[in-house]
């Protein structure tokens, strides 16, 4: 294993309907230090299940999750977040009565600063004076709720962030900010990894590496000039994309 890959999944595999589901076989797949990738297939493939697995919200049955060399199978999620990976979700969380400053404070897991929190905040494209006292509540619409998520990743300084369709319930505004965002996360921090499941052709354009998973099982992974232009060119593309 190199000193490259922070993450290396061997021969995972996941069950569900007391083994009668299987929706991982034999998953193998390296991440690599500061690479984006994307992860995509069929609805119901076992994309969610894969990236689910890496932070711990499901255990696998069998194989072994390697992070910066270290095997954390079966670390629990605190543990795996305190060693550097963060779990985006399709639809963040609302926290009635804890503002936005709260929450960076929280995740950057010290006394942050105004400033600081306010630098967060513009990073990923909000007016820091019109947010940072503001309730996570349902006032606030999902693209706002996506960019101040992904402001308490960047307060928490993590090395590897897996999003889990990132644009789902947000509008086109939003997604062609949130494109900005992964653009300036790539520039910005380099020795960070990004995951991504999308089937959006823009953010499939701004990845490294694409891991196709069908039926349980990675049918190809590479960079994505190799991959995607092969992929486009079967019928099984339109239906993985």
């Not at 929280?106 to 494209?125: F, H, N, T």
């Not at 947000?170 to 991504?196: A, P, T």
Request: with cysteine; glycine share 8%.
């Amino acid at each position: 294993m190199t000193t490259d890959i922070i993450i290396s999944v061997q021969d995972l595999e996941k069950t569900f309907d007391d083994g009668k589901l299987k929706a991982l076989q034999g998953v193998t797949a390296d991440i690599m230090r500061g690479e984006v990738v994307v992860v995509i297939g069929p609805s119901g493939s076992g994309k969610s299940t894969f990236l689910r697995c890496l932070n711990l919200l499901e255990k696998p049955e069998k194989g072994q999750i390697f992070f910066n060399g270290q095997d954390i199978t079966h670390m629990s999620i605190t543990e795996r977040a305190q060693n550097g990976i963060s779990y985006a979700f399709q639809q963040p969380v609302r926290f009635k009565g804890i503002t936005v400053l709260d929450i960076l404070r929280i995740a950057a897991g010290k006394k942050l600063s105004v400033s600081d929190a306010c630098a967060y905040l513009s990073e990923v494209g909000l007016c820091a004076r019109d947010y940072i006292n503001r309730e996570i509540n349902a006032s606030l619409s999902g693209g706002e709720l996506k960019r101040i998520e992904i402001a308490t990743v960047l307060a928490r300084d993590v090395k590897v962030v897996v999003f889990d369709e990132p644009e789902a319930g947000i509008d086109l505004w939003s997604f062609q900010n949130l494109i900005r965002i992964f653009e300036n996360m790539r520039e910005s921090y380099k020795d960070r990894s990004i995951v991504i499941i999308s089937h959006q052709e823009r953010i499939l354009n701004i990845a490294d590496k694409v891991i196709v998973i069908s039926d349980g099982e990675v049918t190809r992974q590479g960079n994505r000039e190799d991959i995607l232009p092969a992929l486009m060119g079967t019928d099984s593309a339109v239906n993985a994309c």
